[in-house]
């Protein structure tokens, strides 16, 4: 039977390596997995339980982005969002070093009580991430 254990890597291909591995790393502080040499045209990031990949690619275009509402969205691979303690206090770091894709936070709340507070943002490539604040239980 085929155990899988947990997501090891992902990749972004990118016409501009250098600047995508300077905003992983330079803006939001991202250890790299393994010693960055620009010159081999990729870079791998290390977001703690996994690792990112970036890889030079020379063909087509980047695929439109996406916005917040998933229903308004092409079918495929839609963001990743980083896990933070307080989202005040990144989007406040963040605040005048990323694009942010909607003008406030957002709330979404499951009927079991489960409940996230995020707010999206685009990298240098246009690709879509989340910070996002989760509360796993419901609120006293």
């Not at 030079?56 to 691979?77: D, Q």
């Not at 990743?80 to 003008?103: M, N, S, Y």
Request: hydrophobic share 40%; charged share 25%.
């Amino acid at each position: 039977m085929l155990q899988l254990k947990r997501i090891d890597n992902m990749d972004i291909l990118s016409h501009d390596v250098p600047r995508l591995a300077d905003f992983y790393h330079g803006v939001l502080g991202l250890p790299f997995h393994l010693p960055y040499e620009p010159e081999e045209g990729w870079a791998a990031i290390d977001l703690g339980n996994v690792t990112l990949y970036l890889f030079t690619s020379e063909t087509g275009e980047h695929a439109p982005r996406r916005t917040e509402v998933n229903a308004e969205n092409a079918p495929g691979l839609d963001s990743f969002a980083f896990e933070v303690d307080d989202l005040d206090a990144a989007v406040a770091e963040l605040d005048g070093k990323v694009e942010w894709v909607t003008d406030q936070q957002i709330v979404w709340k499951h009927p079991s009580g489960v409940w996230y507070r995020y707010r999206p943002f685009y990298d240098p490539d246009g690709n879509m991430l989340y910070v996002t604040e989760p509360h796993p239980e419901a609120a006293a």
